[in-house]
């Protein structure tokens, strides 16, 4: 099963997801929050461990979009990490932060997105969750070839109505 949690930007759907997750076993995947600075950063869930995304500044070990710089490395290893998790873990929900620009350019999380989607579409024992803003919501649902899934929103999460 895939639900997408969709919003505007900066709403707090990473936060929301963050704090849904703290008091469940059977969720991990990556989350992509701010540190103290703005930047972002990729956060394994079940483990908290953290790994540098975002950079001040450009250079050939990043990928630009809009004023930001972020480390192909982070992606390579975030994309490895979902990969293995799908194969290995028993983890019920695997979370996806987030699918956007980027892998509408088959970059970022593209992957293991493209890897991943179709395996949990049509599995009711296994849960793929989508952070995908609004305004880019049907790009990606068509990119992906997203048959089927369930919009959840960040109150959803915190009355845990969908899981």
Known sequence: MIYILTGVIRTGKTTSLLNWSKSRNDVDGVLCPDDEKGK????KIKSQKEFELELEVE???TISIGPFHFLKSAFEKANEFLIALSIKTKSQY????ELGKLELK???LHD???KLIPD??????KHL???VRRSLLEEIINHYQIKAYALISKEDLAENSFA
Do not use: C, W
Request: aromatic share 20%.
């Open 59 to 61: 250079s050939e070990d």
């Open 94 to 97: 695997l979370i996806f932060d």
């Open 106 to 108: 088959n970059q970022g």
């Open 40 to 43: 972002r950063y990729f956060l």
């Open 120 to 125: 949990y579409m049509f599995d009711d024992n």
């Open 129 to 131: 969750i989508l952070v």
């Open 112 to 114: 293991a997105a493209v």
